[in-house]
């Protein structure tokens, strides 16, 4: 059984920047890949950034390319997503969540998700 916490959601302006993180236990971390994904009310969970076990590959969905970027400390057991140039579509809850399988981008695929941090950017 993996568990994943996530932190570091809070309120931004537009144009500004946050950084999530989300720590991981209760696995072998560095044999996962792991995702980020975002919820906003009313909407679909979707996908923003995944990133291999290794770090060697990472995707990010078109809304988000060039301004986020996905992260990871294997020695920490840590994933982390630093959002620049914020817009208030980006306004959601965030999940880290683990893949097991072969890198996706599909919500369903993911194994294991963290309970969320609220994001939060003002116009």
């Known amino acids: 059984q993996v568990q994943l916490v996530e932190s570091g959601g809070g309120l931004a302006q537009a144009g500004g920047s946050l950084r999530l993180s989300c720590a991981a236990s209760?696995?072998?971390?560095?044999?996962?890949?792991m995702g980020w994904f975002r919820q906003a009310p009313g909407k679909e969970r979707e996908f923003v950034a995944s990133?291999?076990?290794?770090?060697?590959?990472?995707y990010y969905a078109d809304s988000v390319k060039g301004r986020f970027t996905i992260s990871r400390d294997n020695a920490k057991n840590t994933v982390s997503l630093q959002m620049n140039s914020l817009k208030p579509e980006d306004t959601a809850v965030y999940h880290c969540?683990?893949?097991?399988?072969?890198?996706?981008?599909?919500?369903?695929?993911?194994?294991?998700w963290g309970q969320g941090t609220q994001v939060t950017v003002s116009s």
């Open positions: 990133i291999s076990w290794s770090g060697g590959n990472t």
């Open positions: 209760g696995g072998i971390f560095s044999l996962y890949h």
């Open positions: 969540a683990v893949r097991r399988g072969a890198l996706g981008t599909m919500p369903k695929n993911y194994d294991y």
